[in-house]
């Protein structure tokens, strides 16, 4: 099963886990499921059906633009992580 790295922000939720095995074939089906494990994860996590704009996903250490339609393998390390701006 994928990996899903827990942020910080989140951790109340998970009850601190940093980590959770999760199963699921794209990024929305992890999301659904952590929201199912853990009720309201998947409000801070995504906005209006799309994963929310302050966060990007990475998958195997590859940042995607593919949101929560990214596919992950049974094996995947998923990371959610904040956006950073600048100029």
Same mark, same amino acid.
């Given at each position: 099963?994928?990996l899903v790295?827990?942020?910080a922000q989140?951790?109340?939720?998970t009850g601190?886990?940093?980590?959770?095995e999760? =199963?699921?074939?794209?990024?929305?089906?992890?999301?659904?499921?952590?929201?199912?494990?853990?009720?309201?994860? =998947?409000?801070?996590?995504c906005?209006e059906?799309e994963?929310?704009?302050a966060?990007?996903?990475s998958?195997d250490?590859t940042l995607s633009r593919?949101g929560l339609? =990214?596919?992950?393998a049974?094996?995947?390390?998923?990371?959610?992580?904040?956006?950073?701006g600048?100029g």
């Open positions: 099963m994928p790295f827990i942020p989140l951790r109340d939720l601190g886990a940093a980590q959770i999760v =199963a699921g074939a794209t990024v929305r089906e992890l999301v659904a499921t952590l929201d199912h494990q853990f009720p309201g994860i =998947a409000g801070r996590l906005q059906g994963l929310s704009p966060l990007q996903v998958i250490g593919r339609d =990214a596919k992950v049974g094996a995947s390390e998923v990371h959610f992580l904040p956006v950073f600048g």
